[in-house]
């Protein structure tokens, strides 16, 4: 099923940037679903676009974010100031989390983070943060070592970590952090993927795998819709 409602480009305020970003809202959709690339990627990659699209086939709205602004992204490519800074990537997810369930009068627990590589650390944050909106967390290749272990206990959101097979060093480190979460948690290692899930059918697994917990355990109600279009209008 292809989304065929609302979608198009929002501006994000956030304490001293405004973070631009990709919100699509299928119709019927349930819930919704904030998504962070790791610093060095983009909403506009593939693979990012892929993810968010399965997720609006499971009729869950989506808020596909740029954790950086422009101008940072470009002073990043040569100094590598932004991309590690996980206080930063965390309180702006905050900030987008709140604005993304102001926008669509998200109920507790009908939000969902998903994050990939720093963008992960970002949604442990935004989660611990923010335990009465998130209600499910999905990483995809996570740098979780660098949201740190007293933000992973903090996390009460049932969290999913997916990694690839072939991606050795970060298996090892959310091995590492599935010991700090204290809620339900799950680890599933894609045999013969890498840290892009390049390989044949290996990032339709990913998406499958994030839908499929998403519709688990987040809050959903057929109405989620019809408040969003209300909110926009």
Known sequence: MEATGLSGEVSVPCEGAQLEGDLAIPDGARAAVLLAPGTGS???????????????????????????????????????????DTDLLGWRLTQAADWLCGRLQCLPGELGCFGASTGAAAALIASANRPDLVGALVSRGGRLDLAGPDVLARV?????????????????????????????????????????????????????????????HLGLRSEFAEDAVQERG
């Open 42 to 84: 983009s909403r506009r990659n593939p693979r990012n676009l892929f993810v968010a699209r399965r997720l609006q086939q499971s009729r869950l709205a989506t808020l596909l974010i740029d954790l950086l602004t422009p101008d940072e992204d470009y002073a990043d490519l040569r100094t590598a100031e932004y991309r590690f």
């Open 156 to 216: 009460r959101a049932p969290t999913l970590l997916i990694v690839g097979g072939l991606d050795s060093l970060v298996v090892v480190l959310n091995r590492q952090a599935l010991e700090y979460l204290p809620g339900e948690k799950q680890l599933e290692i894609v045999p013969g993927a890498n840290q892009l899930f390049e390989e044949p059918r290996a990032l339709e697994i990913l998406a499958d795998r994030a839908a499929g917990w998403f519709d688990q």
